[in-house]
């Protein structure tokens, strides 16, 4: 009872001295606050509670792996296209060119320098207007009419001879519309490809085996891809260019493997000599669109339109027969197209009307354009 009572007694003292020291406590810790709040250039006072109460031990966006949290100092990338001397490249070219100018200086974008890398052995009349580096073609006759091959040897010249500063390297072709500012979109020792749904390395196992043999690793390391869109490290590409060529000439030289990759076979070589070299990419389908087939943009990097788009004057696709109305590069094989081409008619999805855009857009601002 006497304890009871003596405490009953000093209740009152009891909870003013709590209630003083709640109010010291807290007090402390909001001066604390305001003060970190200042210093702090006036920083979220949520965010100093939590630093100092303990509480950030328990937010899932801090707990985030440093690598993922901090912010990537810039990744600068090179573009780079092989192109001949032929109008139908040059036309391509200077669109491109165009384009990429523009979404270099967009928010978002790392592209760096650029450079057309001619393999027609001697200079054009695009030299002043395009930066440009002339290579040697193959000696005559080994192309056998397969000029393509003749890029990983134009790859090899370059990467041999030029001063390129940036450390990544887009590997780009005359045909690519830049679309959005692209960011660098490799990671680490992970190079960045477009994934081709007509490169199928398991189910030409037999003819990948002969340039990829088995201790090497299983099929599967080949990746579905050609050369373009790449984004990869500078000394990876200096790497497995060489090979790249050597792999190209070989299948070329093989009947067998020659009339089943046909007009790819440069594709599936390079994706042989990456995975020789232990080297696999990233898949990024948002890499790029090819019209007609694919209907929207959205936030893809690069329209391709190395297909014809062809459609009826009620928007209906019409691939395999000449449209009514139409777009297709191979229209324009002897000089560029004429500016300001109609539009698509309406129905026509979105990849194919902003593909006529950007081509009438850029043919309207480049000077001498001789299309008329």
């Not at 669109?95 to 523009?102: A, L, S, T």
């Not at 006759?141 to 091959?149: A, E, H, K, P, Q």
Request: net charge neutral.
């Amino acid at each position: 009872m006497i304890g009871r009572k003596s405490m009953g007694k000093g209740s009152p003292l009891f909870l003013i001295l709590l209630a003083l020291g709640f109010f010291l406590a807290t007090y402390n810790l909001v001066t604390l606050v305001l003060h970190s709040q200042s210093r702090g250039g006036g920083g979220d006072p949520r965010a100093a509670l939590k630093e100092l109460t303990g509480a950030r031990r328990a937010d899932p966006v801090t707990e985030m792996p440093d690598a993922l949290r901090r912010e990537e100092p810039r990744r600068a990338f090179h573009v780079a296209l092989t192109a001949t001397d032929a109008p139908y490249s040059k036309w391509q070219c200077r669109i491109m060119y165009y384009w990429y100018r523009k979404a270099r200086e967009m928010e978002g974008s790392e592209m760096g320098g650029f450079t057309r890398v001619l393999h027609s052995g001697s200079p054009d009349d695009l030299m002043g207007e395009i930066p440009t580096f002339v290579v040697n073609p193959l000696a005559a006759g080994m192309d056998r009419g397969y000029i393509v091959l003749n890029r990983p040897w134009a790859f090899v010249q370059w990467l041999e001879k030029a001063e390129i500063e940036e450390d990544y390297i887009l590997m780009a072709e005359p045909d690519h519309i830049f679309v959005n500012p692209l960011p660098n979109l490799s990671r680490g020792n992970f190079p960045a490809a477009f994934p081709f749904f007509y490169i199928k390395p398991s189910e030409n196992e037999k003819l990948i085996r002969k340039f990829y043999p088995e201790e090497k690793g299983p099929v599967t390391n080949v990746d579905p891809i050609g050369n373009s869109p790449v984004i990869i490290q500078k000394s990876q590409l200096e790497k497995i260019a060489p090979t790249w060529m050597n792999v190209s000439l070989k299948m070329k030289n093989d009947p067998e493997t020659d009339k089943a990759f046909g007009w790819v076979l440069e594709m599936y070589a390079y994706a042989i000599a990456s995975a020789l070299h232990g080297v696999q990419h990233i898949l990024r389908k948002d890499f790029m669109i090819q019209p007609p087939w694919d209907l929207k943009v959205g936030s893809t990097f690069i329209i391709h339109y190395t297909y014809g788009c062809d459609y009826s004057l009620k928007g209906e696709l019409t691939y395999g027969k000449i449209g009514e109305w139409r777009f297709d590069k191979r229209s324009y094989l002897r000089g560029p197209p004429p500016r300001n081409l109609s539009l698509p008619p309406p129905g026509v999805p979105e990849s194919v009307v902003t593909l006529v855009k950007m081509v009438n857009e850029a043919t309207a601002n480049i000077p001498g354009w001789d299309g008329e």
